[in-house]
T-cell receptor, first 115, second 115 residues
Framework: EADIYQTPRYLVIGTGKKITLECSQT?????MYWYQQDPGMELHLIHY???????EKGDLSSESTVSRIRTEHFPLTLESARPSHTSQYLC??????????????FGEGSRLTVL | QKEVEQNSGPLSVPEGAIASLNCTYSDRGSQSFFWYRQYSGKSPELIMFIYSNGDKEDGRFTAQLNKASQYVSLLIRDSQPSDSATYLC???????????????FGTGTQLKVEL
C-alpha cells in the first residue's frame, strides 16, 4: 500500500480565496508530481520536483505554485482561486532506484470546487 | 499526433471474455511502458509494466510490447465486472527537464464488463 497522503480530500471555496493542497509521502521518494484531472478526462502534469528545492512546471500551464522544502512534502498553492480551477488534483511520487520500473504512487486526490 | 494514443471506448465485453486494450506511442526512444487502472472517482494504480519486446504475464493480465510497431497492449482474461474501470497507458521516455525521464499518460480506455 502506498504511503502518500493528500489533504483535504474535498474542498469547496469561494472565488478569490487562497488555498493550499497538501501532499506528503513517507517512502523517501525524490520525485514528486502534481496532476490535474477533470472527470472522465486525461491526467495532465502541472508540476514536478526531482528533489528538495527543485520544482518545474509540467506540460499543462497552471496558475498554481509548488514548493519542495522537505523531501516528504510537496504542497500546491493557488493564491486566488477561480471557478476554472475546479478539478481533481492528484499528487504522486516515485523512486528511481530502478529506472525501468519507476512506479508512480498516487495519493487519493483532492477534489476542489470553486464557486 | 498525441505522444500516447488510446481508444477512449467504452469497450464492452461479456463476463468471462478476453478484453484487449491497445496503446500506441510516438517516441521510438521510449524505455518502459505501464498500464494503470483507475476506478471512477479513484486514483490510478499500477497493474503492469513492461520494457522488453514480447509478452509479460501476471495472473489474468498479459502485457504485450512491440517496439518496432510502437504499440503496447493489455489483455485481461476471464474478465470480471470488477475489472470495469478506465485503463491508462503510460510511456516512460527521456526528454524530461534536466535530463530526467518523462512519463506520459494516454487518455485512457474505459472498459465495461457486462454480466
Amino acid at each position: 500500500e502506498a504511503d502518500i497522503y493528500q489533504t483535504p480530500r474535498y474542498l469547496v471555496i469561494g472565488t478569490g480565496k487562497k488555498i493550499t493542497l497538501e501532499c506528503s509521502q513517507t517512502m523517501g521518494h525524490d520525485k514528486m508530481y502534481w496532476y490535474q484531472q477533470d472527470p472522465g478526462m486525461e491526467l495532465h502534469l502541472i508540476h514536478y520536483s526531482y528533489g528538495v528545492n527543485s520544482t518545474e512546471k509540467g506540460d499543462l500551464s497552471s496558475e498554481s505554485t509548488v514548493s519542495r522544502i522537505r523531501t516528504e512534502h510537496f504542497p500546491l498553492t493557488l493564491e486566488s482561486a477561480r471557478p476554472s480551477h475546479t478539478s481533481q488534483y492528484l499528487c504522486a511520487s516515485k523512486s528511481d532506484r530502478n529506472s525501468y520500473t519507476g512506479e508512480l504512487f498516487f495519493g487519493e486526490g483532492s477534489r476542489l470546487t470553486v464557486l | 499526433q498525441k505522444e500516447v494514443e488510446q481508444n477512449s471506448g467504452p469497450l464492452s465485453v461479456p463476463e468471462g471474455a478476453i478484453a484487449s486494450l491497445n496503446c500506441t506511442y510516438s517516441d521510438r526512444g521510449s524505455q518502459s511502458f505501464f498500464w494503470y487502472r483507475q476506478y471512477s472517482g479513484k486514483s490510478p494504480e499500477l497493474i503492469m509494466f513492461i520494457y522488453s519486446n514480447g509478452d509479460k504475464e501476471d495472473g489474468r493480465f498479459t502485457a504485450q510490447l512491440n517496439k518496432a510497431s510502437q504499440y503496447v497492449s493489455l489483455l485481461i482474461r476471464d474478465s470480471q465486472p470488477s475489472d470495469s474501470a478506465t485503463y491508462l497507458c503510460a510511456v516512460l521516455s527521456g526528454g524530461g527537464a534536466g535530463g530526467g525521464n518523462k512519463l506520459t499518460f494516454g487518455t485512457g480506455t474505459q472498459l465495461k464488463v457486462e454480466l
